[in-house]
Each structure stands twice: as C-alpha cells, then as structure tokens.
C-alpha cells in the first residue's frame, strides 16, 4: 500500500506534498513545513505501485486532474479491477465464466452474523476463502473449512474493507496472462503458478513476495495449445470489460475436475520485479523487459494524446 501525496526528497529528506497543476500540465511540490512550492515539468509518470490509494483509482485521478500522461489504466479501470464485486458484475456481463461467490457489507455482518454465516454456509459450503473486496496481493485472505473458522476470517476481512466477499473453495490450477495495449490489446504466453507444498494450497502474501520454495511459476504454462489460445482470447476480453489500458495481468482457475476455465480477476498493476510473472510471460512471448517498458510509456503517450481530442467545455 502506498501513500503517496506524502514523499521525502532523496537528497535533502525534506516532506512534500505532492498536487496537480492542470495549468501547466504537470505536478507541484509543496514543502510541507516552509510552504515553498516549485514546479516538476512530467513527460510520463510510471506509477509502479500497489494497493490503497496507488491502483484504486485516486493516483491515477491525481494524474488526470494534472493532464499529465502516465502508464497503466485509468481511473474507471484500476477501480474497477480493485473492487472484486464490481469485477466480477463486469465479467459476468461481457459473458466471462466465474466462480461462484457472496458478498456482504461490514455492517451487515456485524448486525447479522449468524445470517451471514447460514448464507455463505449454504451458497457455497466449504472450503471458501473469504477476501477484502478491495484490496491485494492476498492481505486479508484467509480460508475457511468450517463455520467457526468462516466467522473468524470474515473478521479478518472485515478489518481491510467495508465490503466482504466470499468465494467457492476449487481444486484448480491457478494459470495467469498478461496484457498489453490500449484499444488493440494483445496477451501474452500464460504461466502458471506450480505449488510444490500443498500444506497450504494457495498463494498467500508470502508466497506470493518472498522465496520459499513451495511455488514456482513456469511459463509458457503445460497446457494444450487451444486451451492456451482460449486463455489468451479470454484475458483481452477481461481487460477490455474493465476498460482497460496500458497493461495488466489477468488470473485463471483451471478446474481439475471438470477442465472449466473461469476468469479469477485482473490486475491492473501486476508486479514488474525480477520474481514477477507479467515480465517472464513477456519475454517467453518474445519481448524483453526493456520492450515492455518501453511500450508501456508509448501507450500511455497515446492514450494521453487521444484525450486531449476530447471537448471538455460548451
């Protein structure tokens, strides 16, 4: 999670405040004890951030209300893809298969708990996992095998979000693809993620930013060529649900009982670090990590250009 409207200056380490300048189409610091303002002239911003306030939408808010290009989706497509309901009505509408899943507000689960617990019980039966609705990289996420441990993880969820959603425990392969373009967009090679321990069974916090050892992800994914074509048509059509630009990587379960494909979510800032998927599923598609950044900023140069076309007064 960033906050990010408070930052320190590498060199001095003095705090500023960072806000928009649609004037002159750029940013403008602020020292928040001295109150000197001074001008940051942007030709791109690269947002490389996750979490609350740096791919919910409000950053990119900030960068739309400055008029200055940036890399990644905008505003309509990052809250989208944080908000795992709204997500998920937006696939079910474009016809995207999904699993099954409730959802709740915090308020009613503090008013109505053993409702709430009936419910999810009889939807869905165990094992679920219950999630934030709002939030990433697996904070929050726990799994529930029974109602007593259902009860305790909603409380855990319930503490990162207002909103709470809960979906159907599957024996799945969990497969991934990443995403690149704006209104053309193209996917890549899918990976998947091979959990080598399965005490656990699914990718928590740690798994996911620290090297265990228990998971590894191989891409191109050991997977039949039509299944991998379909993944790839079905990741743009995800992308495109949300409204998506600039980049993102889009989540598969693989159900091993059946072979159904259903659309898990996106992610509108997927990891660039050298352990992260998205870039691997790049370069086994055959464009380096330079190529990707490089593209990225072209597209968001685009996207910028293409709204400067767009009459904003009467």
Known sequence: ??????????????????????????????????????????DV??????????????????????DVPYVGCGVLASSCGMDKVTMKKLFREAGLPICKHVWFLRAEWEQKRASVVGRVARELGFPCFVKPANLGSSVGVSKATDKRTLAAAIDLAARYDRKVIVEEGLDA?????????????????????????????????????????????????PIPKPLAARIRRMSVEAFKAIDGTGLARVDF??????????????????????????????????????????????????????KSRNETSL
């Open 1 to 42: 999670t960033a906050n990010l409207l408070s930052q320190e200056m590498t060199e001095s380490r003095e705090a500023l405040t960072i806000v928009g300048d649609p004037s002159s189409s750029g940013l403008v610091s602020v020292a928040a004890d001295h109150g000197r303002a001074s001008s940051m002239p942007v």
């Open 45 to 66: 911003v690269f947002p490389v951030l996750h979490g609350t306030y740096g791919e919910d939408g409000t950053i990119q808010g900030l960068f739309e209300m400055a």
């Open 173 to 221: 392969r969990e497969i991934e693809c990443a995403v690149l373009g704006n209104d053309e967009p193209e996917a890549s090679q899918p990976g998947e993620y091979l959990i080598h321990d399965q005490q656990g069974a699914f990718l928590d916090y740690t798994e996911k930013y620290t090297n265990t050892g228990h998971v590894e992800f191989v891409v191109p994914a």
């Open 253 to 306: 379960f693989l159900r091993r009982d059946t072979n159904e494909l259903l659309v898990n979510e996106v992610n509108t800032s997927p990891g660039l670090t050298d352990v992260s998927g998205y870039p691997k599923m790049w370069a086994a598609s055959g464009l380096s990590f330079k190529q990707v950044i490089a593209r990225l900023i072209e597209l968001a140069l685009a996207r910028h250009e293409d």
